[in-house]
C-alpha cells in the first residue's frame, strides 16, 4: 500500500501485446557513521559531458521504519510519498526490472542486497507483467545514470511514474541481517515526515517517527492475505503454441501472479496457453479439454486460496495432468492434504540450491516465495489422491521444494523454471510437464481403444 505522487510525465510500464491490463554502516537509528559518501546524488560527478561537470540535486531525505521500531535514514528514490509492506530481501545481484514486476512481490517491500542497482535503466522487454508490482523499493547505491543499448531511461524516474516509493544510501547489509535474525515484518518508507530536513511535505502526527510507526503497525499482515485474485488476470487469454506448426497442447494456466516468462515457455514446446483468472473453477478449467493444467506463482498467503485448492481438486480426480510452480506448488500440497506456513524470511533471489532427491542432481534455482509446504522429506505419504513424496528439498534449509504424486500425473516445484531472471537449471521441468501430457494422452488413447483396459 502505497501514497505517492508520481512524477509528470512518466510512462507506465508496458504491457505484452498478448495481455490484458492487469559498506556505509548506520547504527539503526538513522545515523551515519561517517565511513564514505553516498552514490553521489547532490554532488558534481566531475564526468559530465564535453567536459562539464553535471550537477544533481539533492534528493528529499526518507525514512524507512520496521514495526519493531527499527530506523534507517536515507534519501528518497522514485516516488515522494509513503509506502507500507511487508519487508522482504531479495539476493539477486541482476534482474531488478524482473524482480520489480513480478507479481509474487505485490504487497512487499523489496531490499535489494546487491549494492548497485539501476545500472542498466529500464527498457519494454523485462517486464513480467504490466506493471511494477513492488510496495516499495530500498536500494543501497543507486546508479548516477543509466548505460545499456536497451535502457529507454532511469529506474528513479520509472519508479516515480509508477508512484513507487523508494529510498536509497541506507545500510542495505545491516537491514538484511536484521531481517534474517528477526523475520520478515511490516515497514514503511515516508519521504514526507514533518521534520525540518524532510524537503517536502507535512504530517500533523506529533512526533513524526511515531506516527510512522503506527502507521506501520496498521498496516495489513501477510499471514491470511488472499492477493492472487488483485494481481490476477481479469479475462481469459490466449498465448499461442509458437512456430507456425498446430499447438500439440492445450494448457489451461491459473493465473495466480503469472510471469510472462512462463507461458512462453510452455508455448515454444508447442503448447496452446489458455491463461485464466484466478477463481476459475475446476469445471470451468476442464471445460477446455486441457492435456494439462498449470498452476502459476502468486503472492499471498496460501491458506486463503480455498477457490484454487477446490478448482485443482477437481482436475485431480479427472485425471488431467497437472504442474505446480511456486504459490501453484503450495496449492497442490493443500489440494492433497498437506499444510503450509510462514517462512521467518522466504527465499527471494537466483541463487537457492536445490537437490533432486531422485537423481542427487542439485540446481541453482530462482525463488520468490514467504510460505512453504510441511510434508515429509522421505518417504511415500498416503493422500486422497494416491502416494505422494517430496521430489526437491532446499539445501539451505530442508524445505520441501518439490512434490510428486505417484499415482495421480501431478508435481509441482516451489522455485521457478522459467528462471525471469535468474538460472536455467531448472528449464527442463516444463519439458517434463509436456512429456507427462503426451504419456497420459496415450495412454487414455489405449485405454478408449477396443480391447484397452478401462
Known amino acids: 500500500m502505497s501514497t505517492a505522487t508520481p512524477s509528470a510525465g512518466g510512462a507506465a510500464a508496458p504491457s ?3 495481455m490484458p491490463d492487469r559498506a556505509d554502516e548506520q547504527d539503526g537509528l538513522g545515523q551515519q557513521d561517517g565511513l564514505g559518501q553516498q552514490s553521489g546524488l547532490g554532488q558534481q560527478d566531475g564526468l559530465g559531458q564535453q567536459g562539464r561537470s553535471v550537477q544533481y540535486r539533492r534528493p528529499a531525505r526518507a525514512v524507512l521504519m520496521l514495526e519493531d521500531g527499527r530506523v534507517f535514514t536515507g534519501e528518497a528514490y522514485g516516488a515522494i510519498g509513503e509506502a507500507f509492506g511487508e519487508a522482504v530481501f531479495s539476493t539477486g545481484m541482476t534482474g531488478y526490472q524482473e524482480t520489480l514486476s513480478d507479481p509474487s512481490f505485490h504487497g512487499q517491500i ?9 545500472n542498466t535503466g529500464v527498457n519494454d522487454d523485462d517486464y513480467e507483467s504490466d506493471r511494477i508490482q513492488v510496495a516499495g523499493f530500498v536500494v543501497r547505491d543507486p546508479a548516477r545514470r543509466p548505460s545499456n543499448w536497451r535502457s529507454r531511461g532511469s529506474l528513479d524516474d520509472e519508479l516515480a511514474a509508477a508512484g513507487v516509493v523508494g529510498i536509497s544510501g541506507i545500510d542495505t547489509r545491516a537491514l538484511t541481517r536484521h531481517l534474517r535474525e528477526r523475520g520478515a515484518m511490516r515497514c514503511g518508507i515516508s519521504s514526507v515526515l514533518n521534520t525540518p530536513d524532510a524537503g517536502v511535505g507535512v504530517r500533523p502526527d506529533g512526533d513524526p517517527q511515531a506516527g510512522l510507526l503506527a502507521r506501520v503497525r496498521r498496516a495489513p499482515k501477510m499471514v491470511g492475505a488472499d492477493l492472487a485474485p488483485l494481481v490476477s488476470t481479469r479475462e481469459p487469454y490466449l498465448v499461442a503454441a509458437a512456430g507456425d506448426e498446430p499447438a500439440s497442447f492445450t494448457v489451461a494456466a491459473l493465473d495466480l501472479g503469472i510471469k510472462r516468462a512462463t507461458p512462453r515457455a510452455l508455448a515454444a514446446l508447442g503448447c496452446d496457453v489458455h491463461v485464466v483468472p484466478a477463481r476459475t473453477t475446476g469445471e470451468q478449467l476442464l471445460a477446455l479439454a486441457p492435456d494439462g493444467v498449470f498452476l502459476s506463482n502468486g503472492p499471498g498467503d496460501p491458506a486463503t486460496a480455498d477457490y484454487a485448492v477446490a478448482a485443482l481438486r477437481t482436475v485431480l480426480a ?8 511456486c504459490f501453484g506448488h503450495q496449492v497442490l500440497a493443500r489440494a492433497l492434504g498437506f499444510e503450509t506456513y510462514k517462512l521467518t524470511y522466504g527465499h527471494r533471489g537466483v541463487n537457492q540450491p536445490v537437490g533432486d532427491v531422485a537423481t542427487g542432481r542439485i540446481a541453482v534455482t530462482s525463488q520468490n516465495h514467504g510460505f512453504a509446504v510441511r510434508a515429509p522429506l522421505t518417504g511415500a505419504t498416503d493422500t486422497p489422491y494416491g502416494r505422494v513424496v517430496a521430489s526437491h528439498i532446499g539445501l539451505n534449509d530442508d524445505v520441501v521444494e518439490g512434490l510428486e504424486c505417484l499415482d495421480v500425473p501431478a508435481f509441482s516445484v516451489q522455485f521457478h523454471p522459467e528462471a525471469a531472471p535468474g538460472p536455467h537449471d531448472a528449464a527442463g521441468l516444463f519439458e517434463k510437464f509436456r512429456d507427462l501430457m503426451a504419456t497420459t494422452r496415450t495412454a487414455r488413447a489405449a485405454a478408449a481403444s477396443p ?4
Open 16 to 18: 505484452a501485446d498478448s
Open 110 to 118: 523489496v531490499i535489494m542486497t546487491a549494492p548497485h542497482i539501476g
Open 318 to 325: 479427472a485425471g488431467v495432468p497437472v504442474f505446480g510452480i
Open 451 to 454: 480391447g484397452g483396459s478401462a
